[in-house]
């Protein structure tokens, strides 16, 4: 049982801490959050301070993970980066909701957070720092990036590859053997029949590229 510091106060990280707590696996100790007043509280839980100060809270606190929950994956992946930077030592928490289901010969990448109804089957690999939102699910053998994520209720098929730091959107289907590149974004309620490249957002049924995108452009 690792202590835990949640970094990010958001409505993801209400979330994230519900999951922890249910299954009890690891202790949350606080959070941390650059934009939140260092007095608060989120989920019966303090905000202790900021990201700069985690070096210090590590040992006024005891801290010995921490996960990020921040909804947008680039965002998500800059903050790792300087937690990565300035807190060497801490290592990064996977959070699982007890509900979900993963198959066998699974590897879940560390910071990884898996919520309520999440199935992963058989033989997936799962990036670091990745993102499953509620009931979504990945067939077996699939393969996500990291930093990538999934919006509630996305189905995929069998053997889909989904590249690093793409978000597939609220109840989109991508249907067996599929690759999506990396950076993409798949719009919401989306049908993905066919590979679609890197950097470019797509949406509808089927799902067509609708234009280019940058690395790091926000979609939230």
Known sequence: MS???VVGASQQARQTIDAIDQRGADT????????????????????????????????????????VTIGDNWTRGLVVERIAARCPTLAFATAVHPS???GARTIVGPGTVIMAGVVINNDGVIGEHAFFATSSSLDHDGRMGPFASL???????????IGAFTAV????????????GAHTVVGAGSTVLSD???????????????RSRAEGERYL
């Open 3 to 5: 202590r835990v510091v």
């Open 28 to 67: 949350v100790v606080g959070l941390v959050d650059d934009a939140t007043d260092v007095a608060s509280e989120l989920g019966g839980y303090p905000v202790l301070g900021r990201i700069d100060d985690l070096p210090a809270l590590i040992g006024s606190h005891h801290l010995e993970a921490a996960i």
């Open 100 to 102: 979900a289901q993963i």
């Open 151 to 161: 919006a509630p209720h996305v189905a995929t098929g069998g053997s889909v590859e």
């Open 169 to 180: 959107g609220i109840g989109a289907a991508v249907v067996h053997g599929v690759t999506i």
């Open 196 to 210: 679609l490249p890197a950097s470019v957002v797509a949406y509808g049924t089927p799902a067509r590229v609708v």
